[in-house]
């Protein structure tokens, strides 16, 4: 089973950058898509970056491209959500997840979440 933990959130001015991180307790992901999600309050979750364990390659939400980017560090297991030029609206809490043969990286099922870390981005 994989274990998700997660880091890296607070408050922060609008125009302003965070780091999020996503430690995952596993063998091996070589398997694995390693995504991020946000649920604002009274709003439903929705996908925000992923990327595939193995091969590297990424997918972004057209409302965070080009602002945001997921990465990885093999060695220790650690997925990383860069956030900048942060908006208001970006406002939410940030969930890392872990899916198994996932092949649509924003519309798979992912199996594993971490509990959430709350990002504020103030104006």
């Known amino acids: 089973q994989v274990q998700l933990e997660e880091f890296g959130g607070g408050l922060v001015q609008a125009g302003g950058s965070l780091r999020l991180s996503c430690v995952a307790s596993a063998r091996s992901f070589s398997n694995y898509v390693m995504g991020w999600f946000r649920q604002a309050p009274g709003k439903e979750r929705e996908f925000v970056a992923a990327?595939?364990?193995?091969?590297?390659?990424?997918d972004y939400a057209d409302s965070v491209k080009d602002r945001f980017t997921i990465s990885r560090d093999n060695a220790k297991n650690t997925v990383f959500l860069q956030m900048n030029i942060l908006k208001p609206e970006d406002t939410a809490v940030y969930y890392c997840?872990?899916?198994?043969?996932?092949?649509?990286?924003?519309?798979?099922?992912?199996?594993?979440w971490g509990q959430g870390t709350q990002v504020t981005v103030s104006s």
């Open positions: 997840a872990a899916g198994y043969a996932i092949s649509n990286l924003s519309r798979g099922r992912y199996d594993y």
């Open positions: 990327k595939r364990w193995s091969t590297g390659r990424t």
